[in-house]
């Protein structure tokens, strides 16, 4: 089974359209709309193993996203109903 991967992935700026916001007392002020591009080239190859987020290259980064995981899953909410 084959998986599309982002190969690339970046963004371009487009329109920005500038606009109206009325105030109170008949006032109003601009307000600008920006838009944006974004642009992902896809790659189809093989499901991405089990290495982590961060792949086998960073396996520090791997174990402290883990034990911060660990952290936020046993963490105690005091003075709640749950």
């Known amino acids: 089974m084959f998986f599309f991967l982002a190969a690339q992935s970046y963004t371009k700026r487009a329109l920005i359209v500038k606009g109206l916001r009325r105030r109170p007392k008949y006032s109003f002020t601009a307000i600008h709309y920006r838009y944006f ?10 499901a991405p193993g089990k290495e ?6 960073w396996p520090e980064l791997n174990d402290r ?17 749950a």
Do not use: A, F
């Not at 591009?37 to 093989?46: A, C, D, I, Q, S």
């Not at 982590?52 to 290259?57: D, F, I, N, R, T």
């Not at 996203?65 to 109903?81: F, M, Q, Y």
């Open 37 to 46: 591009h974004y642009m992902v080239r896809l790659e189809e190859g093989p």
């Open 52 to 57: 982590g987020l961060y792949g086998p290259e």
């Open 65 to 81: 996203l883990n034990k911060r995981l660990d952290r936020l899953n046993n963490r105690k909410l005091l003075s709640t109903i």
